[in-house]
């Protein structure tokens, strides 16, 4: 199947609109490239249709950022340790240009965060204060900017981290219930939501209310996300059904 970035004229179409001046059309038509992207040829292809773009707008946080996100998704994707290092380091270093830019810039914490508390996990030191501590001040950094990024992620990162973490290390079954019940309000369609508040209702007990968001879950139309997300949400959802009923 040819990769959705393959065609040259769309490479020219690209790089004709940046040079035109029209950053903001530059702007949607790499968010919609993204979201349709399927392979690790994809994003290497994105990557370097937004190398070009800085050359003609080497101020732009807006790209800056995205490009960050570009290296993320590269990052989870791959399979290779030294690859992630490179890849997540890649990402904090974008960001922080992002910011250095537009310090007001709620996405380029958010995946700076996200970049520098995965990189952490990838080399053994999540469970470190200096891994968490950067991670919890970004993402409630970008809570304050603006909550709603990525669908709830800043909640849902810190409902993640408050789940995940051992006691003494500040893990909070509480504080993580709530900042998933937060990223439901904000992402009301957003599967990983729904499964971070039934997995930490799960780790606290609370086994009825967990049965009661994984049902809620699974009998909704989530008619704005993509369908082979959906499938990989509700299947993981029944999982968690399973485990409560075993």
């Known amino acids: 199947m040819r990769s959705i970035l393959s065609s040259k004229n769309f490479c020219f179409a690209i790089l004709f609109v940046g040079l035109a001046g029209h950053e903001t059309d530059l702007i949607k038509e790499f968010d919609h490239t993204y979201s349709m992207s399927k392979s690790t040829g994809d994003l290497y292809a994105l990557e370097e249709m937004v190398k070009k773009s800085l050359k003609v707008f080497p101020q732009s946080e807006k790209l800056f950022w995205r ?6 998704k590269l990052g989870e994707k791959s399979n290779n340790e030294s690859e992630k290092n490179f890849f ?4 904090i270093a974008y960001t922080k240009k992002a910011i250095k830019i537009n310090s007001k810039l709620a996405r380029g914490y958010f995946f ?16 470190s204060l200096s891994t968490i501590e950067p ?3 970004d993402m409630e950094t970008t809570i304050r900017l603006d909550p709603s990024v990525e669908e709830g992620g800043p909640h849902r990162a810190l409902g993640n981290l408050y789940l995940r973490l051992p006691y003494l290390l500040g893990g909070d079954l509480d504080l993580s219930i709530r900042h998933f019940e937060k990223a439901i309000q ?9 499964l971070g508040l ?9 086994l009825i209310l967990a049965k009661d968001v994984i049902n809620r879950f ?10 082979d ?18």
């Open 229 to 246: 997300l959906v499938l990989e949400w509700k299947s993981e959802a029944l999982k968690l059904l399973k485990k409560i009923q075993n």
């Open 67 to 72: 490009l960050g996100r570009v290296y993320f």
């Open 186 to 194: 904000l992402g009301s369609e957003f599967g990983e939501n729904y």
């Open 88 to 91: 997540f380091s890649q990402c």
């Open 198 to 206: 039934a997995e930490a209702y799960i780790e606290n007990g609370d």
């Open 135 to 137: 991670f919890k001040k």
């Open 112 to 127: 700076k965060g996200l970049c520098n508390g995965t990189l952490g996990e990838v080399q053994g030191v999540w469970n």
């Open 218 to 227: 699974i009998i909704m139309e989530l008619s704005s996300q993509k369908e």
